[in-house]
């Protein structure tokens, strides 16, 4: 079956712009999981989905940061006032309620310049 | 805040050599998962260990979770130069965010 699918795959933008990510996740998986992840490093977590809730949002880094799930399927991650320090590859994964075992998307590569 | 320490971070070796990773934390996991990650795609599930204790087997990749469930390792036996990447371990509380080590940056010579 399809797995988790992320667009744009690239996305370069403008300090001060304001840019949207998308995730569609795996059909069936509830909980759905973003992170952004630096060159070299692990993934970082972002925010945690059950549904269409945020279940855990705690690692936003700031209220420039913004995700819904509005139908509990498809995710937008949002950015405004993009800075450089946002630069990174965003990472949305999904998986069965109540399962540890996440499964990742590709990645969105965003450079702000 | 959860900590996973993951060594060594870098690790270049010639093909044939055997090799082990090492994930350790201060906190309990309800799981751990290994992933790999090759450069501009996302990280792609190897195993999941549930169990204190647990060794699981993929072909030449060995993994077990210790007895606490606070520590992990990987060890590749007879690397290949397809084996080179990025491997993270990640570890998980009961279906939630995952917390995930820096890597481990394995690279292969033919």
């Known amino acids: 079956g399809a797995g988790v699918s992320q667009t744009p795959s690239n996305k370069v933008t403008e300090k001060g712009k304001y840019v949207e990510l998308r995730c569609d996740p795996i059909?069936?998986?509830?909980?759905l999981y973003w992170y952004r992840q630096s060159l070299g490093q692990g993934p970082e977590f972002l925010i945690y989905?059950?549904?269409?809730?945020?279940?855990?949002d705690s690692g936003l880094p700031n209220d420039r940061f913004f995700a819904v799930r509005p139908e509990g399927s498809v995710s937008t991650l949002k950015i405004q006032r993009t800075e450089r320090g946002d630069s990174a590859v965003y990472l949305c994964?999904?998986?069965?309620?109540?399962?540890?075992?996440?499964?990742f998307g590709p990645g969105t590569r965003l450079t702000v310049l | 805040t959860q900590l996973l320490e993951q060594s060594p971070q870098f690790l270049s070796i010639q093909e044939g050599e055997n090799l082990t990773v090492y994930c350790n934390s201060s906190?309990?996991?309800?799981?751990l998962q290994w992933y790999r990650q090759e450069p501009g795609e996302g990280p792609v599930l190897l195993v999941t260990?549930?169990?204190?204790?647990e060794v699981k087997k993929l072909k030449r990749l060995t993994f077990q979770f210790g007895d606490a469930r606070k520590d992990s390792s990987l060890h590749i036996t007879a690397a290949q130069p397809g084996d080179t990447g990025l491997y993270l371990c990640?570890?998980?509380?009961?279906?939630?965010?995952?917390?995930f080590g820096e890597g481990t940056q394995l690279t292969v010579n033919p």
């Open positions: 994964a999904s998986s069965f309620s109540g399962e540890d075992t996440q499964y």
């Open positions: 059909s069936g998986h509830t909980a």
């Open positions: 989905f059950q549904g269409t809730g945020a279940a855990d």
């Open positions: 906190s309990v996991f309800s799981s």
């Open positions: 260990v549930v169990t204190g204790g």
């Open positions: 990640a570890g998980a509380r009961s279906g939630s965010r995952l917390t």
